[in-house]
C-alpha cells in the first residue's frame, strides 16, 4: 500500500505564497502521475495541477501562471508552489499519485489533504 503524506499548507495573505510538499511512501516500483485537487467549502474536488512521469504538466485555468507543479522523482515527492494567492485559492488541498507498487500491481493513492486559507 502506498501512502502519500502533505505538508505546508496554513494561512496566508493574499498575494502571498506557499509551498505544499506531497511524499509516497511505501513500497513503489514507478509512479506515473502526481497531482494536486482542491476542494472548497460546499464544492467538489478540482484539478489544480498535474505532472506525469515525463514532466508534461497542465493546469486548471484559475492557477496558470500562479502555480508550478514539480517533482522529485528519487524522492518521489511532487510539490506545487503557489505564488500570488487568491481568496478563491482556499481549501482542502489533497495530493493524488498514480503507479506500480508492490507485486507491480497499480495504485492509486490519495493523501489526507491540507488546508489553505487565503484572507483578504
Known amino acids: 500500500q502506498v501512502q502519500l503524506v502533505e505538508s505546508g499548507g496554513g494561512l496566508v495573505q493574499a498575494g502571498g505564497s506557499l509551498r505544499l510538499s506531497c511524499a509516497a511512501s511505501?513500497?513503489?516500483?514507478?509512479?506515473?502521475?502526481m497531482g494536486w485537487y482542491r476542494q472548497a467549502p460546499g464544492k467538489q474536488r478540482d484539478l489544480v495541477a498535474r505532472i506525469n512521469s515525463g514532466n508534461n504538466t497542465n493546469y486548471a485555468d484559475s492557477v496558470k501562471g500562479r502555480f508550478t507543479i514539480s517533482r522529485d522523482n528519487p524522492k518521489n515527492t511532487v510539490y506545487l508552489q503557489m505564488n500570488s494567492l487568491k481568496p478563491e485559492d482556499t481549501g482542502v488541498y489533497s495530493c493524488?499519485?498514480?503507479?506500480?507498487?508492490?507485486?507491480?500491481?497499480?495504485?492509486?493513492?490519495w493523501g489526507q489533504g491540507t488546508q489553505v486559507t487565503v484572507s483578504s
Open positions: 493524488n499519485a498514480q503507479g506500480l507498487g508492490r507485486g507491480f500491481r497499480w495504485f492509486d493513492s
Open positions: 511505501g513500497t513503489v516500483f514507478s509512479i506515473s502521475a
